[in-house]
């Protein structure tokens, strides 16, 4: 009984007074400030690795786009385009399609081995963001 006496008396003297003291917003504004600069850097570090996740989300995307194109290549039955010989010729330097913006890549055809009649050689896609990210797709082709 007596705590309900005690909250009784402290509702009815929150109800006797009529605003804040001068004390009371200065304290309220300095506490706001004081937590407004960690958040807006927050939130900043927030909508930069967003924007990163996006570019190498894009990167990805073309470097695989790329690869896919590579693949279908080497697959293919057209005596000018398919074939191993013929990956290893027209993909060796920039790629073909153009990349999105924001995002540079190339293609490197390397490594060129035979082993017991079998040649093989190792395809990397290389993708760049403007951020400074990298992206690198490998695969080995063989004959």
Known sequence: MKWINKIRKILKR??????MSLVEVVIMIVVLSI???PLSRLATMNLKGGSDAADITKAVMYARGVMEQVVA???SNDVN????DNV??????????????GV???????GVDSVMGIATATVQVSVSTNTGKT???FMTLSN
């Not at 385009?81 to 191993?84: K, L, N, T």
């Not at 027209?90 to 153009?98: K, L, T």
């Not at 540079?104 to 390397?110: D, E, I, P």
């Open 14 to 19: 929150a109800r006797s007074e009529n605003g």
């Open 135 to 137: 992206v690198d797709l």
């Open 73 to 75: 290549d080497y697959r």
């Open 88 to 101: 290893l010729v027209n993909w060796d330097g920039a790629a073909a399609q153009s990349p999105p913006a």
């Open 35 to 37: 937590s407004i600069g």
């Open 104 to 110: 540079s890549g190339t293609v490197s055809v390397s």
């Open 81 to 84: 385009v398919g074939g191993f």
